[in-house]
């Protein structure tokens, strides 16, 4: 770091798990970028007073992290459409003053899913299990892959019908937890958007993966473990898998590509994340 050096973070509460420094860090080494980018612990009550310090300051850009993805968007100057439209900012990026909020969750998502499981999405069936924080922004960056169907599945089915409705799409629709196994035999996609299966409870599946077809693709937001048991056994079964690693990865990497212009070396910042589940590979995660 020197005088020149321009200043980077990710603010939560908690923070002190989070991946985000180890990742972003290695990708400015990797690229040349005289940056930084360090982890802020703030609580909900200084919010107001963080956003105003990263505007003295006059850091180029931010992760927001749980709790604040809802709130920090009062503190901002203008939404983007990806984070309106989902309402939860991940990133901020400071344009000269005018700080900017993005949402590169859904879209990170999405990248990691065709870059390692299905480079086309288009006609292709797809079932999202769970309808918590992370599904909104996945839904909305799938739909605008074409898919042929989209079919939202929840324990509690009222807020896979609300999710389903607030996109008022044809393509988009929810269907009966009692119905989730109809749904996964004919589905190209099956998507776990639920906590069941995280560390500690590793044994624990939010579906039986003998209800998908051999071919098909399951995919699962967990990535502690990398591998889940949805996964393990879906692979068994003869699915193609995908992990959570890689929509942490490339969220990240669209927040680098934002705030630098620059592509972002996602197989070098995956390789720094991957290196430090070596020393905590149980430990809580978070951004
Ligand atoms: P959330 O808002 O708390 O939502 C949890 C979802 O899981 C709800 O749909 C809930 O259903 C469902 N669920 C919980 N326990 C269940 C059970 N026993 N059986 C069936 N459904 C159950 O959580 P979130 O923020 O969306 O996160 C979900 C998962 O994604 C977490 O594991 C998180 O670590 C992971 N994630 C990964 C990334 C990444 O970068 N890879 C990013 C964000 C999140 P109800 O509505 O019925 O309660």
């Known amino acids: 770091m020197d005088s020149h050096t321009v200043l980077y973070g990710v603010i939560g509460d908690p923070i002190r798990h989070s991946k985000s420094p180890i990742?972003?860090?290695?990708?400015?080494?990797?690229?040349?970028?005289?940056?930084?980018?360090?982890?802020?612990?703030?609580?909900?009550?200084?919010?107001?007073?963080?956003?105003?310090?990263?505007?003295?300051?006059?850091?180029?850009?931010?992760?927001?992290?749980?709790?604040?993805?809802?709130?920090?968007?009062?503190?901002?100057?203008?939404?983007?459409?990806?984070?309106?439209?989902?309402?939860?900012?991940?990133?901020?990026?400071?344009?000269?003053?005018?700080?900017?909020?993005?949402?590169?969750?859904?879209?990170?998502?999405?990248?990691?899913?065709?870059?390692?499981?299905?480079?086309d999405l288009a006609g292709k069936r797809i079932v999202v299990v769970g309808?918590?924080?992370?599904?909104?922004?996945?839904?909305?960056?799938?739909?605008?892959?074409?898919?042929?169907?989209?079919v939202l599945v929840n324990r509690t089915a009222e807020?896979?019908?609300?999710?389903?409705?607030?996109f008022g799409s044809k393509t988009i629709s929810a269907l009966d937890w009692e119905r989730l196994r109809e749904a996964?035999?004919?589905?190209?996609?099956?998507?776990?958007?639920?906590?069941?299966?995280?560390?500690?409870?590793?044994d624990a599946v939010p579906l039986d993966p003998d209800w998908l077809r051999p071919g098909a693709v399951a995919s699962d937001l967990i990535y502690n473990p990398l591998t889940t048991a949805f996964l393990k056994r879906a692979a068994d079964r003869g699915c193609r898998v995908h992990g959570g690693l890689g929509m942490f990865v490339y969220q990240g990497?669209?927040?680098?590509?934002?705030?630098?212009?620059?592509?972002?070396?996602?197989?070098?910042?995956?390789?720094?994340?991957?290196?430090s589940f070596g020393e905590s590979v149980s430990s809580p995660l978070t951004r």
């Open 184 to 202: 996964c035999e004919d589905a190209d996609v099956v998507i776990n958007t639920t906590s069941v299966g995280m560390s500690p409870n590793v």
């Open 131 to 150: 309808c918590g924080g992370a599904a909104r922004g996945i839904v909305w960056a799938l739909a605008k892959e074409n898919p042929g169907e989209i």
């Open 253 to 275: 990497a669209y927040a680098f590509e934002y705030w630098t212009g620059r592509p972002a070396p996602a197989e070098a910042m995956r390789a720094a994340v991957l290196e």
């Open 23 to 119: 990742m972003l860090n290695r990708a400015f080494r990797e690229t040349g970028i005289n940056g930084a980018y360090g982890a802020f612990h703030v609580t909900p009550e200084r919010l107001g007073e963080a956003i105003s310090g990263i505007r003295a300051l006059g850091f180029r850009g931010l992760n927001v992290t749980i709790p604040h993805k809802i709130e920090v968007m009062g503190h901002l100057d203008e939404i983007d459409e990806s984070a309106r439209a989902i309402g939860a900012v991940n990133t901020i990026v400071n344009e000269g003053g005018r700080l900017i909020g993005f949402n590169t969750d859904g879209i990170g998502y999405v990248r990691s899913l065709k870059e390692e499981a299905e480079p």
């Open 159 to 166: 807020r896979a019908r609300e999710l389903a409705a607030s």
